[in-house]
């Protein structure tokens, strides 16, 4: 028996939107605002933000993630469930 809980993490469990975080760390942050201030359509923003993706790795990606702090109470609600679970 399965049980699962889905959380959207920017803004819900993070402070923030994980994407600006990462644009600043690898400097892109004034393209990323150009892209998402455009009048190009969600899913061609998304594929020009992909790209600037591309070559990172999942090691770079969690140590930039790893510094965006969690939301108040966040880490109560997870710790919950858990213990709910139990």
Same mark, same amino acid.
């Not at 600006?20 to 004034?30: D, I, N, P, S």
């Not at 061609?44 to 070559?55: N, Q, S």
């Not at 969690?62 to 858990?82: S, V």
């Given at each position: 028996?399965?049980?699962?809980? &889905? @959380?959207?993490?920017?803004? =819900?469990? *993070?402070?923030? $939107?994980?994407?600006?975080?990462?644009? %600043? %760390?690898?400097?892109? /942050?004034?393209?990323?605002? %150009? *892209?998402?201030?455009?009048? $190009?359509?969600? +899913?061609?923003? =998304? &594929?020009? &933000?992909? $790209? @600037?993706?591309? +070559?990172? =790795?999942?090691? %770079? @990606?969690?140590?930039?993630? /790893?510094?965006?702090?969690?939301?108040?109470?966040?880490?109560? &609600? *997870? $710790?919950?469930?858990?213990?709910?679970?139990?």
């Amino acid at each position: 028996k399965y049980k699962m809980v &889905i @959380f959207d993490m920017d803004g =819900t469990l *993070i402070k923030g $939107r994980t994407i600006f975080k990462v644009a %600043e %760390e690898k400097g892109f /942050k004034k393209e990323l605002m %150009e *892209i998402i201030e455009s009048k $190009r359509e969600a +899913c061609e923003k =998304t &594929i020009e &933000i992909a $790209r @600037f993706l591309k +070559c990172m =790795t999942v090691e %770079e @990606f969690l140590e930039i993630f /790893k510094k965006i702090p969690l939301q108040k109470n966040a880490d109560y &609600i *997870i $710790r919950k469930l858990k213990k709910m679970n139990s």
